[in-house]
């Protein structure tokens, strides 16, 4: 059954009464990627589900967000039944190791990157991820890492997964908070500006990045969540993937950028990205990217190199509220300029035939987001290796939130992977 708050018929009151009395086996909390893929291999099991979107079927809308120094897209933070599939281009890559270390080279992630690899695999087709078309990182010329990302040209939308008859769902429901108790979960939420509460024996937020801290926050604020461990880090370690146009080269080695640059298919575009390579120490993953345009009243095309940065789980880059409304702070620091600048030289030095002659630079106040938002419920503090929040019983994140670094690639298989892996877990206690 499917009720949605926004339309006024006769019998809503009396079918959603009927379903706020009930104690689902589990809540979750949005409708992306995440939560599509834990409904598909719970549903096996033939438990109670309720799911609850912020949106609805019919029109996704975007939610304003205050940001102070690196401004957050208002147009990234999708609402709708799908979560951000409904509006994005569906370009993926296998994090790397690297990408799952710390400074110290040590994988600080709830899972080793052979088991990311594992899980990543078990997605599958099914989702229009295939890790095998991939390949393996490899040394490009013993100066750059180099990986493949693949992107679709027609993305999955993940709104077909929730009109299965084996769910129950509530759309245009904003949740304002969980409570977590000994025997159950509850999630509150208001309905003709009453306030109601539904009960569950396992609840699992599955919001977006930005949007599974801000819950979290609003539950604390509300005193929801009194046995949560290391309450005063929530929303600390916030990062995205900013990028930008670095601009031309004007005198590029054809040959050698020929089999790296952005490639055009029907179905499939490929691209490879490259990043520093330096085996003495452990450098930030940030990744270039070789695209051949045309312009405008130009016969010639121009091959444009555009950047994507890998940010530093730093504990200053916040997502927090203010009266009540969120908002975030994210600032670019100097080792992420400095590995940036860096990266352009060795491109710069290494891909053209006249280096003195090029006029790139990074600049980082021409970055933009990616509207990838990672961080904020990070691994190990916030959540446990079973992705479960920790001081609570039954309660789990499944997003980007619990990422503990934001490595450069796009982030959406490494949480469907997370997802898989989350739900073989839930299936067998």
Not at 74 to 102: D, I, P
Not at 265 to 282: A, M, P
Not at 393 to 421: D, E, H, M, W, Y
Request: contains cysteine.
């Amino acid at each position: 059954m499917i009720i949605d708050l926004k339309k006024k018929k006769p019998d809503l009151f009396l079918n959603f009464k009927k379903k706020i009395n009930q104690i689902y086996d589990f809540i979750i909390i949005g409708s992306g990627p995440a939560a599509s893929i834990l409904i598909n291999n719970l549903i096996k099991t033939k438990k109670k589900i309720l799911v609850l979107e912020k949106g609805g079927f019919e029109k996704t809308f975007y939610d304003d967000l205050a940001s102070d120094n690196f401004k957050i897209k208002n147009s990234s933070r999708v609402f709708g039944v799908g979560g951000t599939s409904n509006k994005w281009s569906q370009v993926y890559s296998l994090f790397s190791k690297t990408e799952m270390n710390n400074f110290e080279n040590k994988n600080i992630w709830p899972l080793s990157y052979k088991d990311l690899f594992y899980w990543s695999k078990k997605v599958g087709p099914k989702y229009k991820f295939n890790v095998n078309n991939l390949g393996s990182e490899y040394i490009y010329k013993k100066k750059f890492y180099s990986r493949k990302f693949i992107e679709i040209t027609k993305p999955l939308r993940f709104s077909k997964y929730f009109k299965s008859k084996k769910i129950d769902m509530i759309v245009n429901c904003e949740v304002e908070s969980i409570e977590n108790f000994n025997k159950y979960n509850a999630a509150y939420f208001k309905f003709h500006n009453r306030g109601y509460f539904i009960k569950s024996k396992k609840l699992i937020v599955c919001a977006g990045g930005i949007e599974s801290s801000l819950l979290i926050l609003r539950s604390l604020k509300n005193a929801k969540l009194k046995n949560l461990k290391n309450k005063k880090i929530v929303g600390r370690y916030f990062m995205d993937h900013p990028k930008c146009y670095v601009g031309e080269i004007k005198h590029p080695k054809k040959d050698l950028i020929k089999n790296l640059k952005l490639v055009y298919k029907k179905n499939i575009n490929t691209y490879i990205g490259l990043s520093l390579f330096d085996n003495k120490k452990r450098l930030l993953n940030t990744y270039i990217r070789f695209e051949e345009k045309k312009f405008f009243l130009n016969l010639k095309k121009k091959i444009m190199l555009r950047i994507f940065l890998e940010m530093e789980p730093r504990f200053r880059n916040r997502i927090y509220l203010k009266k009540n409304l969120g908002k975030v702070d994210l600032l670019i620091s100097k080792n992420e300029t400095q590995v940036s600048k860096k990266l352009v030289k060795e491109i710069i030095n290494f891909f053209s035939y006249n280096p003195k002659l090029e006029k790139l630079d990074f600049n980082k106040d021409k970055l933009v987001g990616a509207s990838h938002h990672m961080g904020g419920l990070s691994y190990p503090k916030i959540i446990d290796k079973n992705l479960k929040f920790r001081g609570l019983k039954n309660v789990f994140c499944c997003s980007s939130a619990v990422f503990p670094t934001s490595g450069s690639a796009n982030p959406t298989l490494v949480i469907c992977a997370l997802a898989q892996r989350l739900s073989a877990y839930l299936n067998r206690i």
